[in-house]
Every structure is written in structure tokens, then in C-alpha cells.
């Protein structure tokens, strides 16, 4: 786990989410919420969201991908994309 990774699940963590399970998977942060969370709701509101949350965040910026799961569909997003993220087809 890097310092960048291991400063966004602190951050996460002391957000006091209630039924949220947050851990790291691999080089990534997989999120687990309750069923019933919309979605759709968390992905609108997600830039602005990660964006305030980050600037708590005072080490170098790394390549995350936050992985959001509600028991029944799942997404992913993508923190500081490298050049070869951004060239995938």
C-alpha cells in the first residue's frame, strides 16, 4: 500500500460513514455500501466529493482507482489517471 492509498482510507474512514465498509484491494480502494445507496447519486456527486475530501490529502499524488459497490451494481473511479489510462481504447 503507498502513502497516497493509505492517506485516502484515513480521510474515508474519519468520514464516519454509516455502513460503509472501506478497504484497500490491491492498489485500489474498494467501497462497499448499504444496498439501498443510489448509485447513481454517489457517481454525480463524486468529482466535487473526492475533490473536497482531498484536501486534506498533503502527500504526492498517485494513480487510485476507488472501486463503489451497493450490493447489487457496481462502479469505478478513476483518481489521477496516467498517461496510459488516458490512451486506452
Same mark, same amino acid.
Given at each position: 500500500?503507498?502513502?497516497?492509498?493509505?492517506?485516502?482510507?484515513?480521510? $474515508?474512514?474519519?468520514?464516519?460513514?454509516?455502513?460503509?465498509?472501506?478497504?484497500?484491494?490491491?492498489?485500489?480502494?474498494?467501497?462497499?455500501?448499504?444496498?439501498?445507496?443510489?448509485?447513481?447519486?454517489?457517481?454525480?456527486? $463524486?468529482?466535487?466529493?473526492?475533490?473536497?475530501?482531498? $484536501?486534506?490529502?498533503?502527500?504526492?499524488?498517485?494513480?487510485?482507482?476507488?472501486?463503489?459497490?451497493?450490493?447489487?451494481?457496481?462502479?469505478?473511479?478513476? $483518481?489521477?489517471?496516467?498517461?496510459?489510462?488516458?490512451?486506452?481504447?
Amino acid at each position: 500500500m503507498n502513502a497516497y492509498q493509505q492517506k485516502w482510507l484515513n480521510v $474515508l474512514h474519519n468520514a464516519h460513514l454509516p455502513g460503509w465498509k472501506i478497504e484497500a484491494s490491491g492498489e485500489d480502494i474498494f467501497i462497499d455500501m448499504p444496498h439501498i445507496t443510489d448509485l447513481k447519486v454517489i457517481r454525480d456527486n $463524486l468529482p466535487q466529493t473526492l475533490g473536497l475530501m482531498s $484536501l486534506d490529502i498533503d502527500v504526492a499524488k498517485e494513480r487510485l482507482n476507488f472501486i463503489f459497490h451497493n450490493g447489487h451494481e457496481q462502479f469505478e473511479y478513476l $483518481l489521477n489517471p496516467t498517461e496510459a489510462d488516458l490512451n486506452k481504447e
